[in-house]
């Protein structure tokens, strides 16, 4: 949550327990980041985290980034999903192509993210 005031303010609204109210802030920057990827805007995504990072610490530990990543990836997997369900609605050849192209984007995306979790060596 954003709210547009003289600066803007980030917000959670979990506020019963620090680490879900960490978790669930991440997935929104995770949601955020994988648009601007989506978008080819991968440096801009990564000055967006290094920012963000300096400012507010979501990155403690090792398993965060892997958490982020996840998180990349389901976003990617909504995405891929919301645009297979409008292509499969259209009946013009033109916005049925257009959404499979933006299924087969995100399909791909989420595909990168999958492979930064194979072990490498």
């Not at 891929?80 to 499979?100: G, M, N």
Request: hydrophobic share 40%.
């Amino acid at each position: 949550n954003i709210f547009l005031y003289q600066h803007p303010v980030i917000f959670d609204c979990i506020e019963f327990n620090d680490a879900y109210r960490q978790i669930d802030v991440l997935d929104e920057v995770a949601f955020f980041c994988m648009d601007l990827e989506a978008h080819d805007q991968d440096k801009l995504s990564e000055k967006f985290v290094s920012e963000y990072s300096k400012r507010f610490s979501c990155f403690q530990q090792g398993e965060d980034r892997k958490i982020f990543n996840y998180f990349k990836c389901y976003r990617a997997n909504v995405r891929a999903k919301v645009h297979a369900l409008a292509a499969i609605q259209e009946r013009d050849a033109a916005p049925f192509s257009r959404h499979a192209e933006r299924v087969k984007a995100y399909v791909c995306l989420m595909a990168r993210y999958m492979r930064e979790f194979e072990p490498t060596g």
